[in-house]
């Protein structure tokens, strides 16, 4: 089935499901979980996705330079992977591509994992880049050019424009 829109359409897909959390990789995880009928808390999908872990990252030019991340770097795969559902993190070089991609997923109301970074999440007020912020997108609105997601430990859905993502 081929959905066409129209610029100033908008879309939030019926019955989504936020439930704050702790991490932002488990707290998606477990929303997508019981939004698709399976109620896994966060613990959980972080166990599911063997998120325990840690790893060190120099990133010479960059504002923090040194970084140290708890968690395992394939939180989200291995969660996939533990309940037998295929997973890829999709990529695209151009930003308006993956924009369409994502819009044209919500329009079949189906949920997209996103990585972010957390410097251009406005509501984050964040001096700092980290672009391994795991959040859902649930709709969005043309008409504004604003994109809502569910994050972490945000209640509800967070607004964020295009060009932000």
């Known amino acids: ?48 996705g063997a998120g325990l872990g840690f790893y060190y990252v120099e990133l010479e030019g960059m504002s923090p330079s ?31 591509e993956a924009m369409r991609s994502a819009r044209a997923a919500v329009d079949l109301d189906r949920p997209v994992l996103l990585r972010t970074d957390i410097y251009h999440l406005d509501y984050y007020r964040s001096s700092t880049h980290f672009n391994g912020h795991v959040v859902v997108l649930w709709g969005y609105d043309d008409s504004r050019e604003q994109a809502y997601l569910s994050d972490t430990g945000w209640p509800g859905l967070q607004s964020v424009p295009y060009e932000s993502l």
């Open 1 to 48: 089935m081929t959905i066409v829109k129209r610029k100033g359409d908008s879309h939030i897909i019926p019955g989504w499901v936020h439930t704050p959390g702790l991490h932002c990789g488990s707290t998606a995880l477990s929303d997508l979980a019981t939004f698709s009928g399976l109620r896994l808390s966060e613990a959980l999908c972080f166990g599911l």
């Open 66 to 96: 040194r970084m140290f991340h708890v968690r395992s770097s394939g939180l989200e795969p291995d969660f996939f992977a533990s309940l037998g559902v295929p997973f890829a993190w999709a990529k695209s070089e151009d930003p308006d």
